[in-house]
């Protein structure tokens, strides 16, 4: 490019140039533009640079320092300085191409003769990894440190006060560990914590198993294969979703992203198989009557799809018999032999829980339907897991881009259009799969709770362990600029008590304010427990369940009539009154 526009702007380069440029490039000035395109079509465009002229270090003669080829270097550099003592040390030093003050050190015993190259690392390895592990460990239970929070906890805890922990370390310091990332965390309220104990899941997959080995003596020894098991779940969509990021001009704090004012919400069903079968989708729009315009689009984009009407565009009883049957017809495509049992994996919603009509239907079709635990569907559904993470961003990028190219005016009827794209790439077979074998369904994984243990609330115990042993290293006292590190901290209330910590204090006792205050956090989350709430017919509400038993079909029976004969009298009992206020 340098070279490109010398020849498009010759007498700037002579006034500016004329001193430095060699005979060789100012000879060059003759050639015209479509040669020079040429030449770099060609790959023999001139490598003089004039910002490089006057520069003593040719390219060629710069020193490789990458970890590898330079200790490859130095090693043969010490072996024939050894080997030839008399010799120059700067001869053997240009020779191999390596550093002379780094051959000597090294020849001299300084330095070790593998020591790495660049400047002294801030932190050890052991240091480095007991942090790593820190911080995914207090990340996983919802104490996670932000990149400041972080450079403070390095220079606080790990006896750095004098050492700045700047950004361009730190960049390098991740780039180091590919297992940390710097992700935007969503809030999870303490009863959702609460729920994810490692007692409550391991319930949950003894009862997937007894739901397996069910289906198996049911279908006379037949084992339960990837095609017969299913999971399904709802999304629902908003017509004004959020953007997403965008790039706008450096410093601008509220950047704002037009959609149109029309607003609707609407649901969609999606149930998969563990082989990576995709199902019809399921749309549930809100209203009574059935809309002309969005089924002629839904037809076109989803031609095997279903449209239930529902009072606000989510799942509802009536609508989730509906489906039912929708998801009966459409599995006999796959699952075989209809006298083999099935498996059907959903929330705990109280329109797929409490269904006696629904739990009918599935069970004079051979499928056992099995429910999850509460509050712990972002680990153990399919769905959850792999599929809507992926629709959701495609979906922002696709309405975006849609919003652009049409102006703001969305209708109801433009979703199928809007929604094909992401949904084609989103609920993909290998999603699926994926997303049955992280949640432990298939092929079904009984060690579940034991290989994630940081996602879940066991893990209070491990973090307090691996917290006490980084604060256990030796801690500098040094107090030279601590005063101002320590009043950031008080600035960010790092896991501090309210009152300020006395900056006069050693570095030990501030530690020591941290860890308790820390312990003191996840204490309070080790004891939070759930309540044990029992729903109509007196199940605990939290825990996973077989929704289709027979038994439990009968109860939820009793209680609806109990239910329909209560509101009878209650409407029986309106109607009296009205009639005496007549009289």
Same mark, same amino acid.
């Given at each position: 490019m340098q070279n490109l526009k010398q020849k498009m702007y010759p007498l700037f380069y002579k006034q500016n140039w004329a001193g430095n440029i060699p005979s060789q490039l100012q000879s060059n000035h003759s050639l015209s533009i479509n040669e020079d395109l040429q030449q770099q079509e060609e790959g023999k465009q001139s490598s003089i640079n004039p910002q490089s002229v006057g520069n003593n270090k040719s390219r060629k003669n710069r020193k490789n320092y990458s970890e590898g080829v330079y200790k490859e270097n130095m090693a043969a550099a010490l072996n024939f300085a050894r080997k030839n003592p008399d010799e120059s040390k700067s001869n053997i030093a240009k020779k191999f191409n390596v550093d002379r003050k780094a051959l000597v050190e090294r020849l001299n015993g300084f330095v070790e003769e593998q020591g790495r190259v660049g400047r002294k690392s801030i932190l050890t390895k052991d240091q480095e990894q007991d942090l790593v592990k820190h911080l995914i460990v207090m990340a996983g239970i919802g104490f996670g440190y932000d990149v400041m929070q972080a450079q403070i906890l390095i220079r606080c805890v790990l006896k750095l006060?004098?050492?700045?922990?700047?950004?361009?370390?730190?960049? @390098?310091?991740?780039?180091?560990?590919?297992? $940390?990332?710097?992700?935007?965390?969503?809030?999870?309220?303490? $009863?959702?914590?609460?729920?994810?104990?490692?007692?409550?899941?391991?319930?949950? !997959?003894?009862?997937?198993?007894?739901?397996? =080995? +069910?289906?198996?003596?049911?279908?006379?020894?037949? +084992?339960?294969?990837?095609?017969?098991?299913?999971?399904? =779940?709802?999304?629902?969509?908003?017509?004004?979703?959020?953007?997403?990021? %965008?790039?706008?001009?450096?410093?601008?704090?509220?950047?704002? &992203?037009?959609?149109?004012?029309?607003?609707?919400? %609407?649901?969609?069903?999606a149930f998969g198989a563990a082989n990576g079968w995709a199902?019809?989708?399921?749309?549930?729009?809100?209203?009574?009557?059935?809309?002309?315009? !969005?089924?002629?689009? /839904?037809?076109?984009?989803?031609?095997? /799809?279903?449209?239930?009407?529902?009072?606000?565009?989510?799942?509802?009883?009536?609508?989730?018999?509906?489906?039912?049957?929708?998801?009966?017809?459409?599995?006999?495509? %796959?699952?075989?032999?209809?006298?083999?049992?099935?498996?059907?994996?959903?929330?705990?919603?109280?329109?797929? &829980?409490?269904?006696?009509? /629904?739990?009918?239907?599935?069970?004079?079709?051979?499928?056992?339907?099995?429910?999850?635990?509460?509050?712990?569907?972002?680990?153990?559904?399919?769905?959850?897991?792999?599929? !809507?993470?992926?629709?959701?961003?495609?979906?922002?990028?696709?309405?975006?881009?849609?919003?652009?190219?049409?102006? $703001?005016? $969305?209708?109801?009827?433009? !979703?199928?259009?809007?929604? &094909?794209?992401?949904?084609?790439? /989103?609920?993909?077979?290998?999603?699926?799969?994926? @997303?049955?074998?992280?949640?432990? %369904?298939?092929?079904?994984?009984l060690n579940w709770v034991s290989e994630n243990k940081l996602k879940l609330k066991q893990d209070c115990k491990t973090a307090i362990e691996v917290f006490d042993k980084i604060c256990q290293r030796n801690i500098s006292t040094s107090n030279n600029g601590f005063s101002g590190l320590i009043e950031r901290i008080n600035y960010l209330n790092l896991d501090f008590p309210k009152q300020k910590a006395d900056t006069s204090s050693n570095f030990n006792s501030i530690l020591i304010q941290l860890y308790a205050k820390s312990e003191a956090h996840l204490k309070a989350l080790r004891e939070t427990t759930m309540d044990k709430k029992t729903n109509q017919i007196g199940e605990e509400h939290a825990k996973a369940k077989i929704l289709n038993d027979k038994k439990r079909i009968q109860k939820l029976e009793e209680v609806k009539k109990k239910k329909v004969a209560k509101k009878k009298l209650r409407l029986e009992g309106l109607k009296l009154n009205q009639i005496i206020k007549k009289e």
């Amino acid at each position: 490019m340098q070279n490109l526009k010398q020849k498009m702007y010759p007498l700037f380069y002579k006034q500016n140039w004329a001193g430095n440029i060699p005979s060789q490039l100012q000879s060059n000035h003759s050639l015209s533009i479509n040669e020079d395109l040429q030449q770099q079509e060609e790959g023999k465009q001139s490598s003089i640079n004039p910002q490089s002229v006057g520069n003593n270090k040719s390219r060629k003669n710069r020193k490789n320092y990458s970890e590898g080829v330079y200790k490859e270097n130095m090693a043969a550099a010490l072996n024939f300085a050894r080997k030839n003592p008399d010799e120059s040390k700067s001869n053997i030093a240009k020779k191999f191409n390596v550093d002379r003050k780094a051959l000597v050190e090294r020849l001299n015993g300084f330095v070790e003769e593998q020591g790495r190259v660049g400047r002294k690392s801030i932190l050890t390895k052991d240091q480095e990894q007991d942090l790593v592990k820190h911080l995914i460990v207090m990340a996983g239970i919802g104490f996670g440190y932000d990149v400041m929070q972080a450079q403070i906890l390095i220079r606080c805890v790990l006896k750095l006060d004098d050492v700045e922990v700047s950004d361009p370390w730190f960049q @390098g310091f991740l780039g180091r560990h590919p297992e $940390l990332s710097r992700r935007r965390a969503q809030t999870f309220n303490k $009863l959702r914590m609460a729920s994810l104990s490692s007692e409550l899941i391991q319930e949950y !997959f003894d009862l997937l198993k007894t739901a397996f =080995d +069910k289906c198996e003596a049911l279908s006379d020894g037949s +084992k339960l294969t990837s095609n017969r098991i299913f999971g399904g =779940d709802e999304v629902g969509f908003n017509s004004m979703s959020n953007q997403g990021y %965008i790039l706008t001009a450096k410093g601008e704090k509220h950047p704002i &992203s037009l959609t149109d004012s029309y607003q609707v919400h %609407i649901s969609v069903m999606a149930f998969g198989a563990a082989n990576g079968w995709a199902g019809p989708e399921c749309f549930l729009l809100p209203g009574v009557r059935q809309k002309t315009k !969005f089924n002629k689009e /839904a037809e076109k984009y989803f031609p095997e /799809a279903k449209i239930i009407m529902t009072p606000k565009g989510y799942m509802t009883e009536s609508a989730f018999l509906q489906w039912t049957g929708f998801f009966v017809e459409k599995i006999q495509m %796959i699952r075989g032999d209809p006298k083999n049992w099935c498996l059907l994996i959903l929330d705990g919603h109280s329109s797929h &829980s409490y269904n006696p009509e /629904a739990f009918k239907l599935l069970n004079s079709h051979n499928i056992i339907a099995l429910s999850l635990p509460s509050h712990a569907t972002n680990l153990l559904q399919v769905h959850d897991v792999s599929v !809507f993470g992926p629709l959701k961003r495609a979906y922002r990028q696709v309405q975006s881009e849609w919003l652009k190219k049409n102006g $703001l005016n $969305l209708k109801i009827e433009n !979703f199928p259009e809007i929604l &094909s794209p992401a949904w084609s790439q /989103a609920n993909s077979a290998n999603n699926l799969r994926n @997303g049955f074998r992280a949640t432990g %369904i298939w092929p079904l994984n009984l060690n579940w709770v034991s290989e994630n243990k940081l996602k879940l609330k066991q893990d209070c115990k491990t973090a307090i362990e691996v917290f006490d042993k980084i604060c256990q290293r030796n801690i500098s006292t040094s107090n030279n600029g601590f005063s101002g590190l320590i009043e950031r901290i008080n600035y960010l209330n790092l896991d501090f008590p309210k009152q300020k910590a006395d900056t006069s204090s050693n570095f030990n006792s501030i530690l020591i304010q941290l860890y308790a205050k820390s312990e003191a956090h996840l204490k309070a989350l080790r004891e939070t427990t759930m309540d044990k709430k029992t729903n109509q017919i007196g199940e605990e509400h939290a825990k996973a369940k077989i929704l289709n038993d027979k038994k439990r079909i009968q109860k939820l029976e009793e209680v609806k009539k109990k239910k329909v004969a209560k509101k009878k009298l209650r409407l029986e009992g309106l109607k009296l009154n009205q009639i005496i206020k007549k009289e």
